[in-house]
C-alpha cells in the first residue's frame, strides 16, 4: 500500500519561510517522479513542482520561481519543498504526488498539508 505522509505546514507571515516534507511507503522511490501541488479554496488544484526520479530534473511554476525549491532524498524517500518569501498569495492546502516516469498523470496522493501566509 502506498502512502505519502506531508509534515511542515503552517502559519506564516508574509516574507517569511516553510520547508515542506512528504515520506513515501510502498514504492520504489527513486522510480517516481514527485511533485507538490497546491489547491486554495475555491480553486483548482496546480502543480507547484516537480522532480525526476534521480533528481536531476526539476520543474517549478511561474508563481513560484525564484521563491521556492523542490528537493528529495532517495535514501530517505523523501521529497521536500523549500519555501521561502512566502506571499499570501501561497495559502492553500500543498499536496504530495508520486507517478511512475511513464504515466501521464500522478497516481499516488498525500493528505495534504494546510500552508497559511498572513499579511
Known amino acids: 500500500q502506498v502512502q505519502l505522509v506531508e509534515s511542515g505546514g503552517g502559519l506564516v507571515q508574509a516574507g517569511g519561510s516553510l520547508r515542506l516534507s512528504c515520506v513515501a511507503s510502498?514504492?520504489?522511490?527513486?522510480?517516481?517522479?514527485m511533485a507538490w501541488f497546491r489547491q486554495a479554496p475555491g480553486k483548482e488544484r496546480d502543480i507547484v513542482a516537480s522532480?525526476?526520479?534521480?533528481?536531476?530534473?526539476?520543474g517549478h511554476a511561474d508563481p513560484v520561481k525564484g521563491r521556492f525549491l523542490i528537493s528529495r532524498d532517495n535514501a530517505k524517500n523523501a521529497v521536500y519543498l523549500d519555501m521561502n518569501s512566502l506571499k499570501p498569495e501561497d495559502t492553500a492546502v500543498y499536496y504530495c504526488?508520486?507517478?511512475?516516469?511513464?504515466?501521464?498523470?500522478?497516481?499516488?496522493w498525500g493528505q495534504g498539508t494546510q500552508v497559511t501566509v498572513s499579511s
Open positions: 510502498g514504492l520504489t522511490f527513486n522510480y517516481n517522479t
Open positions: 522532480i525526476s526520479g534521480d533528481g536531476r530534473s526539476r
Open positions: 504526488a508520486a507517478k511512475l516516469r511513464s504515466r501521464d498523470r500522478y497516481e499516488y
